[in-house]
């Protein structure tokens, strides 16, 4: 039996508290509790997981301001395990803002997991985990999207789709796509990430900076294929890692393990960090999975035999402004990835020959996740909380065009209908015990 739990339209409801969870999903005598999905509410002030999820969770339009956690908590702010998860069309920010200096690197904003165990048999495979529609910006914690697990006898996890999700001032990697990730179905494609991986580390030390981090599989040399397809990644790493990991792209699978990116943006100053950082044991990549991407600003990687070294002419970066200009030579530059990203990160078809990067080029774009900041970099940011002035990001490096790296909390806001409607509640389908809320709530025990 499906459950459901959806703040009234036009109404604001408000889960939480600074000092509490906002929602538990444990009953005693039960166990975990499934098949429940949460839409349009206002998740507020949790110190561990905002929401814990089970076989069949759906978490769809929420805005989650979770400014504290446990400094020690290591799991997400939203956060599951099992089959069939969703989290479409959320906002998430500040995650950890009053904590940032001494929060673990192991928390994230978004920690999907499998199913962990030391001893023998092996755990069940778990199937169908998606993040999309996503808009995570001026975090704390480490990574925005996290796909990792561990142990010796886990549960692998397969057909996982990380897609159509901005991110935008990052302390740690923008995605991880770690251990365990097996399979043949695995995505990621139509992702705008823009100073992912900013740091520090965290109090452990050591953590990847990195605006992507793959490295699928496991040690078993189980069959693993990722697809990284029309991604836009912008300026991300941390210069001043204490071990050196840092870079736009970190790629270590494990045996047996591939990986294919075609149609990407990768544009880097290198105060940043470099283009790809490899594993230690990883051999470079060759061969026509690694073929038509964009490198700028640094040399490209001799293994893209068919790279775009050129700027990719973007609109305007400095408003977050990452369509491309008329004349850009990403335009047309791709190969045919429709099986997968048959559309763009707005919604507009892509043709055999597709433009690079997250946004296919229009003369009048439909307008989705582009809208100039509320506030410059400095000021407040566009939600009302002022920009942090701690040691969260870098503060010495000059960005390409000059200025200095925009701080955290001052991302463009979430007016983002185009995307938000495309995981709306018209999306949700028969929603059988359905609560509507209409009031201000503390927290909820379901």
């Known amino acids: 039996m499906s459950s459901a739990l959806i703040g009234y339209p036009g109404a604001t409801v408000s889960i939480g508290s600074d000092d509490c969870r906002a929602v538990r999903t444990f009953v005693s005598g039960i166990g975990s509790t499934k098949y429940w999905t949460m839409a349009k509410l206002n998740i507020v002030g949790t110190i561990e997981t905002g929401i814990p999820m089970y076989d069949g969770w759906r978490v769809i339009g929420n805005r989650f301001e979770c400014k504290k956690v446990y400094d020690a908590s290591q799991s997400g702010i939203i956060a599951g395990s099992g089959n069939n998860l969703t989290a479409a069309g959320n906002e998430l920010l500040h995650t950890a803002q009053t904590n940032a200096a001494t929060v673990s690197k192991l928390e994230h904003v978004l920690y999907f997991q499998s199913e962990r165990q030391e001893s023998s048999p092996r755990l069940p495979t778990e199937y169908n985990k998606v993040v999309a529609w996503n808009y995570f910006h001026d975090n704390y914690v480490y990574c ?184 850009s030579p990403a335009i047309g530059a791709g190969i045919d990835t429709r099986d997968v990203a048959a559309f763009d990160l707005e919604g507009l078809p892509r043709p055999s020959t597709p433009d690079l990067g997250a946004y296919q080029y229009a003369a009048a774009p439909p307008g989705g996740w582009y809208v100039p900041p509320v506030a410059g970099p400095g000021s407040s940011s566009p939600t009302g909380s002022s920009s942090p002035t701690g040691s969260v990001g870098p503060t010495s490096s000059a960005s390409p065009s000059g200025g200095g790296f925009s701080p955290l909390g001052s991302s463009p806001t979430a007016q983002a209908p185009s995307l938000m409607q495309r995981a709306s509640l018209a999306s949700l389908g028969l929603l059988p015990n359905l609560c509507i809320l209409l009031s201000l709530c503390t927290s909820l025990i379901i």
């Open 144 to 327: 925005a999207v996290n796909f990792y697990s561990e142990g010796t006898n886990s549960g692998y996890f397969e057909e996982n789709y990380i897609h159509d999700n901005v991110i935008i001032n990052q302390r740690g990697a923008g995605i991880l796509a770690g251990p365990y990730m097996t399979g043949n179905k695995n995505y990621i494609y139509n992702n705008l990430i823009y100073n992912a991986g900013l740091g520090p580390e965290g109090p452990e030390g050591c953590s990847g900076q990195t605006g992507l981090q793959i490295f699928v599989g496991w040690t078993t040399g189980v069959e693993t294929t990722i697809y990284i397809y029309s991604n836009t990644v912008v300026d991300s790493g941390f210069l001043a890692s204490t071990c050196g990991f840092t870079a736009a792209v970190y790629f270590a699978p494990y045996p047996n393990a591939r990986i294919v990116f075609h149609n990407n943006i990768i544009s880097q100053d290198p105060s940043f960090g470099p283009f790809v950082l490899l594993g230690d044991s990883q051999q470079p990549p060759s061969g026509a999975d690694y073929q038509n991407n964009l490198w700028y600003g640094q040399t490209a990687p001799s293994w893209d035999q068919a790279a775009v070294t050129q700027d990719p002419l973007f609109v305007d970066r400095s408003s977050y402004n990452f369509h491309l200009q008329a004349n």
